[in-house]
């Protein structure tokens, strides 16, 4: 009897531990938890959500990360601080411009196959010193290394011309910031037979973002919408919502939200 109460006691445990046994929320679930936890971040009043010792430990035995952030490696862009989440929310693939390499697209896939996240952001940053490398860069002229050379050469491929020369007014780099987000997402759906599965079959939402340092927003745009030359048109049609232009926390007061429901057939 005893023995029975003890293992009906560690199945419930299990059963209500918040990080093992539940699923990921939905995609728009999930950006809803980003809208709000960076209004919280910005606004200066973290809450720093699931980090208390209990949540940690039921995480030792699972985890089902709600979204998917990739952003830069830059010691001021922890996306879990800026989106004042905590153990177990976010799954990030961090790099230096936050580049779609092998490695980040594979962790991406492992992330969408095996721990069911079904929200994808890929965020950039104003002032990133690696796009702001490759707006510098000369051609022929190393950046100090192979390495070095090889990710400047990378983000400048996927910067416009127009982006170099408002660079020399803008210091942030924005447009380019953007430019190289767009880049990234689109070379992410056109290497991952995986992530266009997912977005076509298991519901996973791609976005785009970036992040101010100063005043500690995150602007999202593209939420639902995949870039030109992801998929085929013809073969995607997602059934969710869709938010069209660059949004959102528009200003202090206004509150983030899920966007209008609608049915949208994603063409480029
Ligand atoms: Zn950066």
Redesign the pocket.
């Known amino acids: 009897m005893k023995l029975c109460l003890i293992l009906a006691l560690s199945l419930w445990a299990h059963a209500a531990a918040p990080g093992a046994a539940k699923s990921p929320p939905s995609a728009w679930d999930a950006f809803s938890t980003l809208q709000t936890g960076n209004m919280r971040f910005y606004e200066g009043h973290p809450e720093h959500p699931n980090q208390e010792p209990a949540h940690r430990e039921s995480l030792a035995t699972g985890q089902h990360p709600h979204t998917i952030v990739v952003s830069?490696?830059?010691s001021r862009?922890p996306p879990e601080t800026i989106f004042d989440q905590g153990l177990g929310d976010l799954f990030t693939v961090r790099l230096?411009?936050?580049v779609m390499t092998t490695e980040a697209i594979a962790s991406i896939e492992y992330a969408i196959e095996h721990l069911g996240s079904r929200l994808l952001i890929v965020m950039?940053?104003e002032s990133?010193?690696?796009?702001g490398a490759a707006v510098a860069s000369t051609p022929g002229v190393s950046n100090g290394s192979e390495s070095l050379d090889v990710l400047v050469r990378q983000i400048r491929d996927n910067l416009s011309s127009a982006s170099v020369t408002s660079a020399a007014s803008d210091k942030t780099f924005r447009l380019g910031v953007k430019e190289n987000v767009t880049a990234s997402l689109k070379t992410l759906l056109q290497k991952s037979e995986i992530v266009r599965s997912a977005i076509t079959k298991s519901g996973l939402v791609v976005g785009q973002a970036i992040y101010s340092l100063k005043s500690g927003r995150v602007e999202f745009w593209d939420v639902g919408r995949l870039v030109d030359g992801g998929i085929p048109p013809e073969k995607v049609t997602i059934k969710e919502q869709v938010v069209s232009e660059e949004i959102i926390l528009a200003d202090k007061q206004a509150k983030p939200k899920k966007p209008a429901a609608r049915s949208k057939t994603l063409a480029h």
């Not at 990133?128 to 796009?131: D, R, S, T, Y």
């Open positions: 830069c490696s830059d862009v230096a411009g936050n950039g940053h990133c010193g690696a796009v």
